[in-house]
């Protein structure tokens, strides 16, 4: 029998593909700590890019979702005692999952894209999957190196955010802008990591300094929602027979943070923004909205307009919503 060149052609891309293939999947299947890496460190290196859909994404989201699968068979398979009290993680992941399909359907009935909806549904769809992922990997890696695997993603999530936005503000003098995932979430989970053992009394110079180093870099950023920081350490004030921090030390550690603050942020700017006078005038600005008068401040009256939008947006759509992807009239908020 005679092959033709098309079919020889075909055998020889399947031969040298078929393993590319094969080997990430099976080291998938292997290890839950490259399961919990594609799904970390894959997300903050393809959330850095452009806030549109491309051929990354699409790659990562397809990757999470089979390392989401895989960690459900094996949490299923597991027999782990401690396990018994999240058992009903599962049915409720897959209850959300369809909640999203459903949303799906909403969403390109109107005038939503499909690429819309899934830019737009993507934070959703990983926060469906997170749990499951957690679950897997807790079998396989220590409370300590989950511990410095938060303290590691807060750090870098932080100086991530801060470089993001004082590109955007024109502002930085870093040599570099938006490399990885900004996140505020992961730089807060961080700080809260390092609070926590810090209160646990777990080597407690180098968490203090994880807690420090977080919030500096943050604040160096401009953003005034660093403000919420502080009720990580509100959130920590307790008796000390439930792993929290006495309200005497929490104080101490307060004043600390604070004077630590006060000695590196300065050092930080002069390093990172080009213009001090901007950061000043950031600074204003925070006092301003802090005193009540929010209305004088460009930010706030941005997100007073979102929430209008978003309010007129459940009057018209009151039962079914618009779906994640719904744009709205100027274009410049979505859902």
Known sequence: MTLSFATVAALGVLVVVAPLIAMP????IASAKLRLGW???GGMLVFQQSDSVGGPKLIYLAGAALVTALSMVRVGQSDAPWLHVFRPVIPATVALIALLATSFLVATSGETTS?????DAFPYLLLT???IIALDAAHEISETSIARLIALCGVLAAIGFAADWLERRGVSSLPFGRVLLGSGCLAALGMSMALAKVAAGQHAVRWA???VIIPAVMITSGARSIVAFGAALIGAIGSRRNGRIGPGRAILIAVTVGGALFVLVPRL???AVDDPAWFDSRVRSAVTVLNGDGQADLSYGQRSLAYEYAAEAWRTHTWFG?????TYATGAFTL
């Not at 999947?25 to 998938?28: E, N, P, S």
């Not at 690429?115 to 830019?119: E, F, G, T």
């Open 25 to 28: 999947l099976v080291a998938f």
């Open 269 to 271: 700017v002069a390093v």
């Open 39 to 41: 799904f970390v460190v």
């Open 322 to 326: 618009t779906g994640p992807g719904h």
């Open 115 to 119: 690429m819309n909806w899934i830019r």
């Open 209 to 211: 300094s994880t807690g």
């Open 129 to 131: 999957m997170a749990p």
